[in-house]
């Protein structure tokens, strides 16, 4: 069965940096999104992307997260500069219609120091 | 403001047992995903659902629009089935809500 692949699957980097979390989502599929859970905590929604666009995006989601489908098949979220609190596992996930089933990835746990 | 509300918040069960999830949500809705989170972290799609009843399985969703509620249930649960159960409305501006969950146990 198709799925959706994260990587890395764990990243760690200074309060500061630049990071990239990558996802290929499902190849047939057109929504994607991405999605936090800090630990402990509950999911909490980023972000979703259709037609190369961000459809809606929530409050957590400000200037210095970006999104970007750089090519067919990855589809990437951006963090400019981490902060401590930016620390939590990252969810892709991805749909073949805006109702559909998402199927998420296995996540990337992005630690700050 | 969206609020989700999950109950219970843990459960055990024996091997066997008819098992129900709630979940009340304070906004009109578009939809509703019931989710599986495993221990490992990994998340599960269940269902998708905007109205009446969906089954897959041994699991049953149905929601309420009117209500705002709506429930999981599985039927002869399994140790297997052990996870933490998530609802996640989608309200009208696209963005989902999600629940804090229901952890599940189920004994041998």
């Known amino acids: 069965e198709p799925e959706v692949t994260q990587t890395p699957s764990h990243q760690v980097t200074q309060m500061g940096q630049e990071v990239i979390l990558r996802c290929v989502p499902i190849?047939?599929?057109?929504?994607f999104y991405w999605y936090r859970q800090i630990l402990g905590q509950k999911v909490e929604f980023l972000v979703s992307?259709?037609?190369?666009?961000?459809?809606?995006k929530s409050e957590i989601f400000d200037d210095q997260f970006s999104v970007e489908r750089p090519d067919g098949s990855n589809f990437t979220l951006k963090i400019r500069s981490t902060k401590l609190e930016d620390s939590a596992m990252y969810f892709c996930?991805?749909?073949?219609?805006?109702?559909?089933?998402?199927?998420f990835g296995p996540g990337t746990r992005l630690t700050v120091t | 403001k969206n609020e989700v509300e999950q109950s219970p918040q843990n459960l055990t069960a024996q091997e066997g047992e008819f098992i129900t999830i709630n979940c009340s949500y304070s906004v009109g809705i578009s939809a509703l995903h019931w989710l599986q989170q495993h221990p490992g972290g990994g998340i599960v799609s269940l269902f998708m659902?905007?109205?009446g009843k969906k089954k897959h399985g041994r699991l049953i969703a149905t929601i309420n629009i009117q209500e705002k509620h709506s429930s999981l249930h599985i039927t002869a649960s399994h140790p297997r089935d052990s996870a933490v159960y998530i609802c996640a409305p989608r309200n009208t501006g696209n963005q989902f809500y999600f629940g804090t969950g229901t952890s599940l146990t189920v004994i041998p």
């Open positions: 996930a991805s749909s073949e219609l805006r109702e559909g089933k998402q199927y």
């Open positions: 992307f259709y037609n190369n666009e961000i459809s809606e």
């Open positions: 190849s047939n599929h057109l929504y």
């Open positions: 659902l905007s109205s």
